[in-house]
C-alpha cells in the first residue's frame, strides 16, 4: 500500500505542471487526498484537497493556480500547477485523508516529488 508521487521536475517561470498521485495496494476512492508542499527549512505546507466527491479546496495562497483533480478509474489524484513562481520550488507530497472529506487526519503519504522553478 503507497502512494507514488510524479510529474516534477525543473520548469521557468510561468511555466506549468501536472503532479500526480497514484496509489497502489488500495483504492483511492474511498479517501480523500490531499496535496502538500515543503520547502527546506520549513514545516510542510498543505495547499489543497479533494474529497471522493470531487470537491476541491485551495489555501488562499495558490487559488487561481492551482487546480486539484481526481481519476478513481486510474487510482490517481492529480495537481495542476500554472503561473509557476519560483517561491513555488519545493518537494511536493500527496497523502490520503482518513475521511472522504478534507479533515486534514492524513494517513497514506508518497515519498515526494521535487518542483523547481527556474530560469
Known amino acids: 500500500e503507497q502512494l507514488v508521487e510524479s510529474g516534477g521536475g525543473l520548469v521557468q517561470p510561468g511555466g506549468s505542471l501536472r503532479l500526480s498521485c497514484e496509489a497502489s495496494g488500495f483504492s483511492l476512492d474511498y479517501y480523500a487526498v490531499g496535496w502538500f508542499r515543503q520547502i527546506p527549512g520549513k514545516e510542510r505546507e498543505g495547499v489543497a484537497c479533494?474529497?471522493?466527491?470531487?470537491?476541491?479546496y485551495y489555501v488562499d495562497s495558490v487559488k487561481g493556480r492551482f487546480t486539484i483533480s481526481r481519476d478513481d478509474a486510474k487510482n490517481t489524484a492529480y495537481l495542476q500547477i500554472d503561473s509557476l513562481k519560483p517561491e513555488d520550488t519545493a518537494v511536493y507530497y500527496c497523502a490520503t485523508d482518513r475521511e472522504t472529506f478534507c479533515s486534514g487526519s492524513y494517513y497514506y503519504w508518497g515519498q515526494g516529488t521535487q518542483v523547481t522553478v527556474s530560469s
Open positions: 479533494i474529497s471522493t466527491r470531487g470537491d476541491p
